[in-house]
């Protein structure tokens, strides 16, 4: 298992990457064609009222969660870059720039 971590703004998204030989979790919308590797993180965006107050960029901002993004892949690249590409998104559909997000891979074993 792999921790996909993006910072940006003063806050951080964290997805698991399960890879291969690991046991996903199983809820509704997961992948169920055993892919040996998935992706697995929240997805977000800014709404006018209601939702969970974040400050980003110093600003509070309401923030509504989606059904988390579940996707296989058959390789382990494949998933990474989809995982950090995700990320990178989720940030970018709070309008913070793609320059000022950093991505990182954690090993929870070694956290």
């Known amino acids: 298992m792999l ?17 291969r030989g690991e046991q996903p979790p199983s ?4 992948p169920d064609d055993d892919a040996p590797y998935v992706w697995v993180c929240d997805s977000f965006y800014e709404v006018a009222s209601g939702g969970q107050v974040q400050v980003i960029e110093g600003e509070k901002r ?3 969660f989606e059904t988390p993004t579940t996707r296989g892949f058959e390789t382990r690249e494949a998933a990474l870059e989809a995982a950090e590409d995700h990320v990178r998104t989720q940030f970018a559909r709070l309008g913070v720039d793609s320059d ?3 991505v990182e ?7």
Do not use: M, S, W
Request: proline fraction near 3%.
């Open 62 to 64: 309401n923030v509504a």
């Open 100 to 102: 000022d997000i950093d």
């Open 105 to 111: 891979l954690v090993d929870p074993d070694e956290e």
């Open 3 to 19: 921790l996909v971590r993006g910072h940006a703004g003063g806050t951080a998204l964290t997805g698991t990457l399960y890879e």
């Open 27 to 30: 809820f509704k919308g997961a």
